[in-house]
């Protein structure tokens, strides 16, 4: 799963890397797009067509019965009778199609969470970090260590025995000279234990898009899925996971606060559906 996340991550960024001047939602918009028609070409090819346009058949004769009979209760029950087991069988029939996008979807979905979901800290702005420490070893790890990088204070750590956390709150006092990821390191008698990236914006703003990595995961699937953004965590670490609380991007719209993943779901849907006639493709 590391090497996975660590090449769809690089993918990703090299994706995004030509749209850097523009503003945010342009790349995000122009990736719904293909990932719109991409998915309505693969719709076409994983589905069974004639059975869908078929079904497509039905749900037209079935609203021209209910609009034609409107009078006549009976012939109305039956139409819309007919209007949901055909609405049923389109449902049968896009399952197939559905379980083989699933698996890109939420991959890209993850991936892109890490750009759009999370912003940078910015200078003079406190986050928290939690580092949860195996419950086996924390008798012995309850002591680690922080080492921020220049530029960075930390208060001194509260230590959770009952959940096994150990929570600094860390402040940012100037922006980095560039972009270059922050290194936050602890460490357990004198020897490094873990790492876990710092971004700081650069420009001074607070909503600079850049790859945010709120949670270094552990060893839990659901964890790695969520979280892409380094590698995990390993069975015999004594740090099971780190979190850093960045604050929300926020995403606009034609000026209207729109979450992303909202904004790809509709762009990508009206992408498909805009070039339905081409693809030749029956939803």
Same mark, same amino acid.
């Given at each position: 799963?590391?090497a996975l996340n660590a090449v769809l991550a690089k993918?990703?960024?090299?994706?995004? =890397? $030509?749209?850097?001047?523009? $503003?945010?939602?342009?790349?995000?918009?122009?990736?719904? /797009?293909?990932? #719109?028609?991409?998915?309505?070409?693969?719709?076409?090819?994983?589905?069974?067509?004639?059975? @869908?346009?078929?079904?497509?058949?039905?749900?037209?004769?079935?609203?021209?019965?209910?609009? @034609?009979?409107?009078?006549?209760?009976?012939?109305?029950?039956?139409?819309?009778?007919?209007?949901?087991? =055909?609405?049923?069988?389109? @449902?049968? !029939?896009?399952?197939?199609?559905?379980?083989?996008?699933?698996?890109? *979807?939420?991959?890209?979905?993850?991936?892109?969470?890490?750009?759009?979901?999370?912003?940078?800290?910015?200078?003079? +702005?406190?986050?928290?970090?939690?580092?949860?420490?195996?419950?086996?070893?924390?008798?012995?790890?309850?002591g680690l260590l922080l080492v921020p990088p220049d530029?960075?204070?930390?208060?001194? $750590?509260?230590? %959770?025995? !009952?959940?096994?956390?150990?929570?600094?709150?860390?402040?940012?006092?100037?922006?980095?000279?560039?972009?270059?990821?922050?290194?936050?390191?602890?460490?357990?008698?004198?020897?490094?234990?873990?790492?876990?990236?710092?971004?700081?914006?650069?420009?001074? #703003?607070?909503? +600079?898009?850049? *790859? /945010?990595?709120?949670?270094?995961?552990?060893?839990?699937?659901?964890?790695?899925?969520?979280?892409?953004?380094?590698?995990?965590?390993?069975? %015999?670490? $004594?740090?099971?996971?780190?979190?850093?609380?960045? #604050?929300?991007?926020?995403?606009? @719209? *034609? #000026?209207?606060?729109?979450?992303?993943?909202?904004?790809?779901?509709?762009?990508?849907?009206?992408?498909?559906?805009?070039?339905?006639?081409?693809?030749?493709?029956? *939803?």
């Amino acid at each position: 799963m590391n090497a996975l996340n660590a090449v769809l991550a690089k993918l990703t960024g090299l994706v995004l =890397a $030509p749209f850097a001047a523009l $503003p945010a939602q342009v790349a995000l918009i122009v990736i719904s /797009v293909v990932a #719109g028609i991409l998915a309505a070409i693969a719709f076409r090819y994983t589905s069974n067509q004639t059975a @869908l346009k078929r079904v497509a058949d039905q749900v037209r004769a079935s609203l021209l019965a209910m609009r @034609l009979f409107k009078d006549d209760l009976r012939s109305v029950f039956r139409a819309q009778l007919g209007l949901f087991k =055909a609405s049923g069988l389109r @449902l049968v !029939h896009s399952l197939p199609p559905l379980v083989v996008l699933i698996i890109p *979807f939420v991959l890209l979905l993850m991936q892109l969470a890490m750009w759009y979901e999370f912003r940078p800290l910015a200078p003079g +702005e406190q986050a928290l970090i939690e580092v949860e420490i195996d419950p086996r070893v924390w008798s012995e790890y309850k002591g680690l260590l922080l080492v921020p990088p220049d530029g960075v204070d930390a208060t001194e $750590p509260v230590r %959770d025995a !009952h959940k096994h956390l150990v929570t600094w709150r860390i402040c940012p006092q100037t922006a980095p000279a560039s972009s270059d990821l922050l290194a936050l390191r602890f460490e357990h008698d004198g020897g490094k234990v873990a790492e876990k990236q710092l971004v700081v914006n650069t420009t001074g #703003g607070t909503n +600079e898009l850049l *790859f /945010v990595s709120p949670r270094r995961p552990g060893t839990s699937f659901w964890d790695r899925l969520l979280y892409p953004g380094e590698p995990a965590f390993g069975n %015999d670490s $004594p740090v099971q996971a780190i979190s850093i609380s960045y #604050g929300a991007r926020t995403n606009t @719209l *034609f #000026g209207l606060r729109i979450p992303w993943w909202l904004t790809f779901f509709v762009v990508s849907i009206l992408a498909a559906l805009a070039l339905k006639p081409v693809i030749k493709v029956q *939803f």
